[in-house]
């Protein structure tokens, strides 16, 4: 009787071993999939993020400060310009310079949401385009994705998104234009998750 208690324990116990280190290597080692799935999945969360346009007459720089909730919405502010709220298929803009509030259907606006960690993930990833690298954004370690955005725009054509593979943040997105030109770069600065927006933001 001891023996055959024995001889199941020596097999149990390995087995027992190997789900454990498969369960907690999956939580504190995630792959690089599960790292973007989790910030697709992404509930809330305020960043600061500046936008690099670039043509052939230089480059144009917008600092922002955003805002996202998956249920109730996005908010950019432009400085203590502007305002726009992105909810309910529009735009709600609030121009406190020309003290004026109006609204915009959201295909006015195809440059800003492409920010929004859940529209840029929306966009099905290139097959065998994520990578790791550390060479484009100092000495940051970050996974590397392509996707391709379907807006019908010459000037939009794909995009490159990093993730800061340590913190599980994004860095960075770079897009290009049908002749794999850089036409926006978009910086993540003090990316942060959160519980919830506060309501009156949105």
Same mark, same amino acid.
């Given at each position: 009787?001891?023996?055959?208690?024995?001889?199941?324990?020596?097999?149990?116990?390995?087995?027992?071993?190997?789900?454990?280190?498969?369960?907690?290597?999956?939580?504190?080692?995630?792959?690089?999939?599960? @790292?973007? /799935? *989790?910030?697709?999945?992404?509930?809330?969360? +305020?960043?600061?993020?500046?936008?690099?346009? %670039?043509? !052939?007459?230089?480059?144009?720089?917008?600092?922002?400060?955003?805002?996202?909730?998956?249920?109730?919405?996005?908010?950019?502010?432009?400085?203590?310009?502007?305002?726009?709220?992105?909810?309910?298929?529009?735009?709600?803009?609030?121009?406190?310079?020309?003290?004026?509030?109006?609204?915009?259907?959201?295909?006015?606006?195809?440059?800003?949401?492409?920010?929004?960690?859940?529209?840029?993930?929306?966009?099905? @990833?290139? /097959? *065998?385009?994520?990578?790791?690298?550390?060479? +484009?954004?100092?000495?940051?370690?970050?996974? %590397?994705? !392509?996707?391709?955005?379907?807006?019908?725009?010459?000037?939009?054509?794909?995009?490159?998104?990093?993730?800061?593979?340590?913190?599980?943040?994004?860095?960075?997105?770079?897009?290009?234009?049908?002749?794999?030109?850089?036409?926006?770069?978009?910086?993540?600065?003090?990316?942060?998750?959160?519980?919830?927006?506060?309501?009156?933001?949105?």
């Amino acid at each position: 009787m001891k023996k055959k208690i024995i001889i199941i324990l020596l097999l149990v116990v390995p087995f027992i071993s190997i789900l454990f280190i498969i369960f907690f290597r999956g939580i504190l080692m995630p792959s690089n999939e599960d @790292i973007i /799935e *989790g910030l697709k999945n992404i509930k809330a969360y +305020e960043a600061k993020v500046q936008y690099v346009m %670039k043509n !052939d007459k230089g480059e144009e720089t917008e600092e922002t400060k955003q805002w996202y909730s998956a249920d109730k919405g996005v908010r950019v502010e432009f400085g203590d310009e502007v305002t726009k709220v992105y909810k309910d298929e529009k735009i709600y803009v609030k121009d406190t310079i020309n003290n004026n509030e109006y609204e915009l259907g959201q295909d006015m606006d195809i440059v800003h949401p492409l920010a929004f960690i859940n529209n840029i993930l929306a966009y099905p @990833i290139k /097959e *065998g385009s994520i990578s790791e690298g550390q060479e +484009e954004w100092g000495d940051t370690i970050y996974i %590397k994705a !392509d996707v391709e955005l379907f807006l019908n725009n010459i000037y939009f054509n794909k995009a490159t998104i990093f993730i800061d593979k340590k913190n599980r943040v994004p860095i960075g997105i770079v897009v290009y234009d049908r002749q794999d030109k850089c036409v926006l770069k978009i910086i993540y600065e003090k990316f942060e998750e959160v519980e919830k927006i506060d309501d009156t933001l949105l």
